[in-house]
């Protein structure tokens, strides 16, 4: 008999109550449990990044937390960066207007990161921007899109628009 | 890479939790779970019992007693960092943090959880061995004090028992003014380091009166230069002393590994003492 | 891997040769071994606890006497075990040679590691694994040296009748060993309870 609790998370905006196992991690928790594929699984001890959400607001890697441990916390993904209305988020916007991303795996992560960092840090240097994602690995892109990306929404950001 | 099944139980208290470390004696403590969650996933760890600590609020947070400052366990690294009172009187240990992991890391690592998991590299235990921090350990028959110099017991295992539980780690303040220097090698950025060295001076002018320097990385738990410390007492802040210093570092025993050779790791030591010294001279303004 | 040990007891070669094939008496001497069973002549299955930094493993098997030279007083002690949660193996054999020097006894120890399977890979150091087995097998040595010599000091019958029959209580009525370091010096005690005659 598996060891399960069961749990409720408020996932993107929204109330989500599921029974879990105590062994599950909150990232397969995230895809499996609640078909949201966009957070990815790519080395599954922290040094990859590729799933990095946010929870109660700070990004942290969904491989190295447990789905009961997000019990009665929130959880912002990569599917709840845009608006209701499908418009995208800036970060988003400026992804693609930069070339931020090839393939996409690390996307997510990056954009969850990111969205977190320049929250709190809204007038970064480029280094800080590289310091910042230094915790997420890309194999397609070389960074410089992401960082272009990043630091043209920081300037929005600053210009309050 | 999925854990292999156990039982989870979630403690609101730390009587709860060392009753739950007697009762079960295949069992894990999960605080951040930034270093256990990687060994459960790979299955180098395999507990019956996971026990988690973050329902457990009395010990997380900073206090300010005055003469000391006293963290909680289940302090998270991302908190210790950006506390106020921790930047004015112990800025060694914001400017360490920077080294630890990543922010995201940080977001959930605690400072009991890396004192008690123990990397040879890590930063947090170099500090605390340059600080003389005073660990306290709850077990059945109460609380006792540990100072650091007697917390690692061999690699990777602190002096705690198994049904103990680390609560607090009190770091005493050095004068106000003093110097700090931090710095870290690794051939990546955000590896693990080869080595570390935490360095901490009062200064009476230009007269160095106290000296701590903390070597992390060559061997399995951190490294006091005391020799070199008691040589700096006396001494004038300036190069010389701090070349002096570094070259004390040489002869220190360092590990072997398959990444660079203990001698190399000795070479490293003593460039990296010389310049966290020379950091901790440039920022010393002598006390109040 | 190889290592190396050598230790002296104040005890003739016989004497020492004796406790030496008592391997019931002697299992207890090293840290985290536990005996559980005895399946024939000098064949024996048991634990042997050890922890590697954070990673507590459990390995059970056998042990059996593989080579025996009364006239050398060389001994092979063959061991393997596998580690109950799957994370490898543990392959050892422990040659124990014995030298007559002065009228005491040097022994040495020869004791030839193989791990494999995920066990094998942890730590970064890749010298840590050899300094842990190096740290158990001497105080092993070290363990066994007491025994030895402890062993000595009582009276040559009760010797005699220890090696006569090798008795299985000691070991059988140990608690699960401990697998904390400290817990050597509790395995020492409870040695030199038995040998100075709390049986």
């Not at chain 2, 930047?87 to 940080?106: C, D, M, S």
């Not at chain 3, 970064?124 to 007491?146: H, P, T, V």
Request: aromatic share 6%; proline share 5%.
């Amino acid at each position: 008999m598996a060891d399960t609790r069961d749990i409720e998370v408020i996932v993107n905006g929204e109330s989500r109550v599921a029974n879990v196992e105590t062994r599950a991690s909150l990232g397969d928790f995230l895809r499996h449990g609640l078909g949201l594929t966009g957070t990815h699984m790519g080395c599954e001890h922290g040094v990859c990044g590729a799933c990095t959400v946010m929870v109660d607001g700070e990004a942290v890697r969904s491989c190295l937390m447990l789905a009961v441990q997000a019990n009665g916390h929130e959880v912002t993904t990569v599917e709840g960066l845009a608006s209701a209305d499908g418009s995208m988020h800036p970060l988003q916007e400026a992804f693609w207007k930069h070339h931020g991303l090839q393939c996409g795996f690390c996307t997510p992560g990056m954009l969850t990161s990111l969205t977190a960092f320049l929250r709190d840090n809204p007038d970064p240097s480029e280094r800080d921007i590289r310091e910042a994602i230094s915790g997420n690995i890309c194999r397609c892109t070389g960074y410089q899109g992401i960082v272009d990306a990043a630091l043209e929404v920081a300037k929005t950001m600053q210009k309050g628009s | 890479m999925k854990p292999a099944p156990f039982i989870y139980h979630d403690p609101a208290t730390p009587e709860e939790a060392v009753a739950l470390l007697s009762q079960h004696e295949d069992a894990k403590v999960l605080a951040g779970g930034q270093s256990l969650m990687p060994m459960l996933n790979m299955r180098f760890v395999v507990p019956d019992h996971v026990i988690d600590l973050n329902g457990v609020a009395e010990i997380s947070g900073v206090i300010d007693t005055g003469n000391t400052l006293e963290i909680g366990a289940m302090t998270r690294q991302c908190d210790l960092m950006r506390d106020p009172g921790v930047n004015a009187k112990t800025p060694i240990i914001p400017e360490a943090l920077n080294w630890v992991g990543h922010f995201q890391t940080r977001n959930r690592g605690t400072v009991g959880g890396s004192l008690c998991h123990l990397d040879p590299s890590a930063e947090l235990p170099c500090l605390m061995s340059a600080y003389d921090a005073v660990l306290t350990a709850h077990g059945p028959d109460g609380a006792r004090d540990i100072p650091f110099a007697e917390w690692p017991l061999a690699y990777m295992i602190p002096t705690l028992g198994p049904d103990e539980l680390l609560t607090k780690i009190t770091v005493p303040y050095w004068a106000a003014g003093h110097g700090y220097g931090f710095v870290e090698y690794a051939r990546r950025h955000g590896d693990f380091a080869l080595i570390a060295v935490a360095a901490l001076l009062e200064t009476d002018g230009d007269t160095i009166r106290r000296a701590s320097i903390s070597i992390g990385g060559a061997d399995v738990s951190p490294v006091r230069l005391t020799a070199a410390e008691t040589a700096l007492v006396g001494a004038s802040l300036g190069a010389d002393a701090f070349k002096a210093a570094g070259e004390m570092a040489r002869g220190i025993e360092a590990m072997s590994d398959a990444y660079v050779s203990s001698a190399y790791r000795q070479r490293l030591a003593a460039t990296l003492v010389e310049r966290a010294l020379i950091k901790a001279g440039e920022c010393a303004t002598g006390s109040a | 891997m190889q290592l190396n040990n050598s230790f002296n007891v104040p005890a003739a070669p016989d004497a020492a040769w004796k406790v030496l094939l008592d391997v019931p008496r002697i299992a207890p001497c090293m840290p985290g071994a536990e005996l559980t069973e005895v399946v024939g002549e000098h064949a024996y299955k048991g634990n042997a606890k050890l922890r590697v930094g954070p990673v507590n493993l459990t390995f059970s098997g056998e042990a059996k006497i593989t080579e025996l030279d009364a006239t050398e007083r060389r001994a092979t002690l063959h061991a393997r075990g596998n580690d109950t949660k799957g994370r490898g193996a543990a392959e050892a054999d422990v040659v124990f040679a014995l030298v007559e020097s002065d009228g005491q006894t040097r022994v040495d120890i020869t004791t030839e590691l193989n791990l494999t399977g995920s066990v094998a890979q942890y730590g970064r150091a890749s010298g840590l694994i050899d300094a842990i087995a190096g740290q158990i097998i001497s105080d092993f040595a070290k363990n066994l040296e007491a025994e030895i010599g402890a062993g000595a000091d009582a009276p040559i019958e009760m010797m005699g009748d220890a090696a006569a029959e090798p008795d299985l209580q000691p070991a059988a009525q140990m608690a699960p060993s401990d697998n904390s370091i400290s817990a050597i010096s509790l395995f020492f005690r409870a040695i030199w309870a038995i040998i100075r005659g709390n049986r």
